[in-house]
Nanobody
């Protein structure tokens, strides 16, 4: 079992930055893929980014490419999402998720086994 806890959400003005954290307990991320998803009111949950823990390979949704950066801290068993140049359309509840590596695309939420509780990000215009 893996327990995930997100933190770092909040209210920020457009153009600002936030850094989200996803801390894991129960097991290490060493053989997992960790992803970030978001869900805005009235919309489906959408993929944001993911990282292969072992090799550090990353992949981003086009909507956040160049603005968001996912990274990991092995010692803290934590994944970060640095969000820069935030836009009002980035407003959503952000979730981290994890799954053992199984050669999947990991851009779909059903490919993940473990989820955090979510953290609200609100970007004002």
């Amino acid at each position: 079992q893996v327990q995930l806890v997100e933190s770092g959400g909040g209210l920020v003005q457009a153009g600002g930055s936030l850094r989200l954290s996803c801390a894991a307990s129960g097991r290490t991320f060493s053989t997992h893929v960790v992803g970030w998803f978001r869900q805005a009111p009235g919309k489906e949950r959408e993929f944001v980014t993911r990282i292969n823990w072992r090799f550090g390979h990353t992949y981003y949704a086009e909507s956040v490419k160049g603005r968001f950066t996912i990274s990991r801290d092995n010692a803290k068993n934590t994944v970060y999402l640095q969000m820069n140049s935030l836009k009002p359309e980035d407003t959503a509840v952000y979730y981290c998720a994890a799954a053992p590596w199984r050669s999947l695309s990991y851009v779909k939420d059903h490919e993940y086994d473990y989820w955090g509780q979510g953290t609200q990000v609100t970007v004002s215009s």
